[in-house]
């Protein structure tokens, strides 16, 4: 059975930084595409970035230059980097395996305000 | 980029009753379409993909069709268990954008 377990959310100020971890169990991170999704509170779903099984990286415009994706094989883990934080950035973080998105996680919450 | 408008936004029908969502796409996108369904409070699922493959495990009222920039979702017959927000998806290249959801609800 696949499972995806993010952590990391929580409060953070404008202008900080958190990193949110996806931990994968049943399921190769590393061998498959990955992504980020994310939904404000009561609104649609988003969808923030991607890397590609090839190691490629994609970014909405939304948060280009401040979030990175990255994974680490060893540990069947994905990452999300998130800095220079916004309100806008508030929402539940979704990660999710295969494209189209098959596998998702439970979510992270992550409320940017000061 | 591509954007992925989704109509109607939200809409309300009786039990039994055949429910249809669009989703247009800017540009074409060949059949490269998912839907989802989010139920209030839960993950989204995967519905269907390749624009009209139903994921494993959905049931058969579920239909998807369309290819190029045109595509729709049909619940043939509606069933209480499918309220739910709908979303389209493109995946032939990122962004990955999503529909803005279509909210369906009973009557």
């Known amino acids: 059975e696949v499972q995806l377990v993010e952590s990391g959310g929580g409060l953070v100020q404008p202008g900080g930084s958190l990193r949110l971890s996806c931990a994968a169990s049943?399921?190769?991170?590393?061998?498959?595409?990955m992504n980020w999704v994310r939904q404000a509170p009561g609104k649609g779903l988003e969808w923030v970035s991607v890397?590609?099984?090839?190691?490629?990286?994609y970014y909405a415009d939304s948060v280009k230059g401040r979030f990175a994706i990255s994974r680490d094989k060893s540990k069947n883990t994905l990452y999300l980097q998130m800095n220079s934080l916004r309100p806008e950035d508030t929402a539940v973080y979704y990660c999710g395996g295969l494209n189209p998105q098959q596998y998702w996680g439970q979510g992270t919450l992550v409320t940017v305000s000061s | 980029d591509i954007q992925m408008p989704q109509s109607p936004s939200s809409l309300s029908a009786s039990v039994g009753d055949r429910v249809t969502i669009t989703c247009r796409a800017s540009q074409g996108i060949s059949n490269h379409l998912a839907w989802y369904q989010q139920k209030p409070g839960k993950v989204p699922k995967l519905l269907i993909y390749?624009?009209?493959t139903l994921q494993s495990g959905v049931p058969s009222r579920f239909s998807g069709s369309g290819s190029g920039t045109d595509f729709t979702l049909t619940i043939s017959s509606l069933q209480p268990e499918d309220v739910a927000t709908y979303y389209c998806q493109k995946y032939n290249s990122a962004p990955l954008t999503f529909g803005g959801g279509t909210k369906v609800e009973i009557k």
């Open positions: 049943g399921f190769t991170v590393g061998s498959n595409y």
């Open positions: 890397i590609y099984s090839g190691g490629s990286t």
């Open positions: 390749a624009a009209s």
